[in-house]
């Protein structure tokens, strides 16, 4: 079965305390992997795209990283304003169709 | 237009009435997903439009939802005969699937309310 998974759930971190959010994924026909930031009662943001293993990207203080299995979503010395739930999707060519399936999100809440 | 546009951004109904929920994507986008989100949960896949076709509808909840997309451009979620489960944020995305542009972009979404 095709399915995303992140972990953890929820996250609490000490502003300035680095971590990082996983996503793992079993999907066949992998076309790219997207990290998106969403805040309360907002659509999701995008944040970065990931082609192929090996592959990372970075945004200020967020560097996403890719394997053949999962992704990484580091945080560096985190802000309060860093608070938000981050999604991982997939989006994979299967069923003569792009499906596009998320995880269900990492809540991160950054404390000052 | 900029963005993926949504409307409306909030909706109120009762309890078996219809509603019409509308996504204008980004000009030029083939691709576009609506999902839903109930209060505190994940992405729920509703459908998938690739132009004026929907190769997956695999999605949609219950015969009570259907959505189309005319002019490869806006599309129209209807719900009929809405009950309180219906309650969440629906959202619409659009993608180009051009090269290496396969990213998507989400409007800010429709609350709606059941009562």
């Known amino acids: 079965e095709d399915q995303v998974t992140q972990s953890p759930e929820a996250l609490r971190l000490q502003e300035g305390e680095s971590s990082s959010l996983n996503c793992s994924y079993t999907v066949s026909g992998l076309r790219g992997l997207f990290w998106y930031r969403q805040d309360p009662g907002k659509g999701p943001e995008f944040l970065f795209t990931l082609y192929s293993a090996g592959e990372e990207k970075e945004k200020e203080r967020l560097k996403a990283t890719l394997t053949k299995k999962e992704s990484f979503l580091h945080i560096t010395a985190p802000k309060p304003e860093d608070s938000a739930t981050y999604l991982c999707a997939v989006q994979a060519w299967m069923d003569s169709s792009y499906k596009l399936i998320f995880g269900s999100g990492t809540r991160l809440l950054v404390r000052p | 237009g900029a963005g993926v546009s949504q409307s409306p951004s909030n909706k109120v109904t009762e309890k078996g009435k219809d509603v019409e929920l509308r996504c204008d994507p980004i000009?030029?986008?083939?691709?576009l997903y609506w999902y839903r989100q109930s209060l505190g949960q994940g992405l729920e896949f509703l459908i998938y439009?690739?132009?004026?076709?929907?190769?997956?509808k695999s999605g949609l909840p219950s015969d009570r939802f259907s959505a189309e997309r005319t002019g490869g451009s806006v599309s129209t979620l209807t719900i009929q005969r809405t009950q309180q489960e219906d309650s969440a944020v629906y959202l619409c995305?659009?993608?180009?699937?051009?090269?290496?542009?396969?990213?998507?972009?989400f409007g800010q979404g429709t609350r709606l309310t059941v009562v």
């Open positions: 000009s030029g986008h083939t691709a």
């Open positions: 439009f690739q132009g004026n076709s929907a190769p997956d």
């Open positions: 995305a659009s993608s180009s699937l051009q090269g290496m542009n396969t990213e998507a972009f």
